[in-house]
């Protein structure tokens, strides 16, 4: 209970005690005019009775404006709730947007690393079946050359023999 609730208690409770002391001078009747018409009638008791009434008022426009309160902090944890799953939808969207662009950069990149490993596969292929065929020239050039030499050597060695006189 908060301190005006208190407050408004001890206050009725006063009020009653008042109202018991003085039982006697507030059911006194007296003679009470209301303007168009006059009536005898105990004071103490009408104007208590009015002061019920404005209680019994006001409690229900303090009633009413709770209830309305609550009803419009219901209204609101429903449109957070609602506005919170949109911006969950809109951030598991947001999260497989990017996923599926990842997943395409990913796959470009492969097919690019594809495309330069064959690239590269093939130039060094190319560059190897260059080498083989320069060694291969290499080799064909230097046995031609082993080739003259042995012949110059046999006819050489075969020259000084025929020259000789038998």
């Known amino acids: 209970m908060n301190i005006l609730g ?5 206050g009725m409770i006063v009020l009653g005690v008042f109202t018991l002391a003085n039982w006697g ?18 004071l103490g008791l ?8 404005f209680v019994a008022l006001f409690t229900a426009y303090v009633l009413i404006l709770r ?3 609550l009803m419009d902090a219901h209204r609101y944890a429903k449109e957070l709730q609602a506005q919170q799953q949109l911006a969950e939808k809109a951030e598991a969207s947001r999260l497989n947007d990017l996923r599926s662009q990842l997943d ?8 690019t690393s594809e495309k330069s490993r064959t690239d590269l596969s093939t130039r060094i292929d190319g560059m190897e079946q260059g080498m083989l065929n ?5 080799n064909r050039i230097l046995s031609a050359y082993v ?9 050489s060695l075969a020259s000084p023999v025929s020259d000789k006189p038998a």
Request: glycine share 2%; net charge negative; hydrophobic share 60%.
């Open 25 to 42: 001078a507030l059911s006194a009747p007296t003679a009470l005019s209301f303007v168009a018409f006059s009536l005898e009638a105990p």
């Open 46 to 53: 009408v104007l208590l009775a009015v002061i019920l009434m």
């Open 67 to 69: 209830t309305a309160m």
């Open 104 to 111: 395409h950069e990913f796959a470009q990149l492969k097919e």
């Open 134 to 138: 320069a060694i291969e020239e290499s």
């Open 6 to 10: 208190l407050l408004i208690f001890v």
């Open 147 to 155: 080739g003259e030499v042995e012949d110059k050597l046999d006819r």
